[in-house]
């Protein structure tokens, strides 16, 4: 369960405006009523909620972020289509970086594993197919190679490492857990989960793909 407190609070006076909480749960698990109470009043459970620009849902599949992003997404494609006649082709990857990329890859090392970016990254193929002008059924792989842009798949990726990297403090290498000489004693320790939801989650997934790099 995560308490969250939302809205303007007057620290002098140690007022909060609005008290919500947020009860996460897993597809098997049903919500719990709790009844709690601040003051006089009920804390009221929610099921998402707005924190840093990102949509928090209590199942963290993250739909919730992306039908926000979708219409934002849209924008820039019918922004890119009527421009392209009017710009170059560098002057479009100005337009795609600092408009539908921007948008994409905000958070995206939270919600890029979720199914539900799949309709995000069809968007993608389709303002490269504006850009480069192809058909909408023509493939395009080759094309985000010609414009030297990653997928939305690849640029999960790629900040899952440098999360990694950048934090590797806070991550153990089996090395440091057992004195084994095996082949593995030179990656990052993944602890034991079987709940899918961590699995999924920025933690776990990057010590998985950080693994796989070639040594």
């Not at 140690?14 to 109470?37: A, C, G, R």
């Not at 640029?155 to 991550?171: A, T």
């Not at 004195?179 to 920025?202: D, E, V």
């Amino acid at each position: 369960m995560f308490i969250y407190v939302y809205g303007i609070s007057n620290c002098q006076l140690n007022i909060f405006h609005s008290l919500y909480y947020m009860q996460f749960v897993t597809k098997n698990s049903s919500v719990i009523d709790f009844n709690i109470m601040h003051g006089n009043k009920k804390i009221a459970n929610i099921c998402n909620t707005k924190f840093l620009g990102l949509t928090l849902d209590n199942t963290l599949s993250w739909k919730t972020h992306i039908d926000t992003i979708i219409p934002k997404v849209h924008s820039a494609s019918f922004v890119m289509r009527a421009v392209k006649s009017f710009l170059s082709q560098d002057s479009l990857m100005m337009v795609y970086y600092s408009y539908f990329h921007s948008i994409m890859t905000y958070g995206l090392i939270f919600w890029g594993n979720s199914h539900y970016s799949n309709i995000i990254f069809r968007l993608e193929k389709r303002i490269i197919r504006i850009t480069v002008g192809i058909r909408g059924r023509d493939a395009c792989r080759e094309q985000f190679k010609k414009l030297k842009i990653l997928s939305l798949q690849s640029q999960y990726i790629q900040s899952l490492l440098l999360f990694v990297i950048n934090n590797r403090d806070y991550f153990t290498a089996n090395s440091e857990i057992h004195n084994i000489n095996t082949r593995t004693k030179s990656n990052l320790h993944r602890p034991i989960s079987n709940l899918s939801a961590y699995q999924k989650g920025t933690y776990y997934f990057g010590i998985k793909v950080f693994n796989s790099l070639p040594s």
